[in-house]
């Protein structure tokens, strides 16, 4: 009898003990499901603001033109402006045409402080050198730091949101195999997103607000 007492205890201990792990188990799958919903929650305010940059921008650009493309890829918002419409062939010289359509572009930057502005310049693989470019790579340069320069000086948008980069002709649209493709592959995108140290402290206030409560 005494035994059976006592192996009655230490089965209530262990049960009692199993009790108290599963409900820690639980508050901790609790938790986790709340911080991935507080994260889900940040992550959707990104998207609702991606949303209406996009939605400003067609408005302001004109999603009409088919040597414009708007649209949103990895959660940024891409401009993608044909060759024709920025420089003539084999210059980085920003003609008074594109200047019409980044000043539409640059209101919507500048209507967005808190968002950084990349201007990748891509070519075709066609070589280049004269007197002043050494190749593709340094044409793709000069032209990204032309648009930055108009936005800039001509357009009043905030340096401290410009990034220049020149891709030369190693990320193409098309094969570089007929003039049709290479004028493809002749683009500039104009991609405006978030500061990245920004959503983090975003999420981060979120996680504290949690921790909070």
């Known amino acids: 009898n005494s035994e059976l007492i006592s192996s009655s205890k230490e089965l209530t201990v262990l049960t009692a003990k199993n ?22 929650d940040a992550l959707t305010r990104k998207d ?5 940059l996009v939605t400003s921008l067609k408005r302001e650009v004109g999603i009409d033109d088919p040597d414009i493309n708007i649209n949103v890829e990895k959660g940024v918002v891409m401009i993608s402006i044909a060759d024709n419409l920025l420089f003539k062939s084999g210059s980085y010289e920003v003609g008074d045409k594109a200047k019409a359509v980044l000043a539409k572009v640059a209101k919507v930057i500048n209507s967005k402080p808190d968002f950084e502005c990349m201007v ?10 004269n007197a002043v470019l050494l190749d593709n790579w340094d044409l793709s340069v000069k032209r990204a730091t032309s648009i930055v320069r108009v936005l800039q000086t001509d357009l009043g948008v905030n340096p401290k949101q410009l990034i220049p980069a020149g891709r030369s002709s190693y990320i ?19 991609i405006i997103m978030p500061k990245i140290d920004q959503f983090y402290d975003m999420i981060e206030k979120e996680m504290k607000n949690f921790e909070k409560k």
């Open 172 to 190: 193409p649209l098309a094969a570089n195999d007929n003039p049709a493709n290479r004028a493809k592959n002749r683009r500039t995108r104009i």
């Open 48 to 52: 609702s603001v991606t949303l209406a």
């Open 120 to 129: 990748e310049s891509h070519t075709d693989n066609l070589p280049i050198k």
């Open 19 to 40: 009790s108290e792990n599963l409900e820690k188990s639980l508050e901790s799958l609790k938790e986790k499901d709340l911080k991935i919903n507080r994260l889900q």
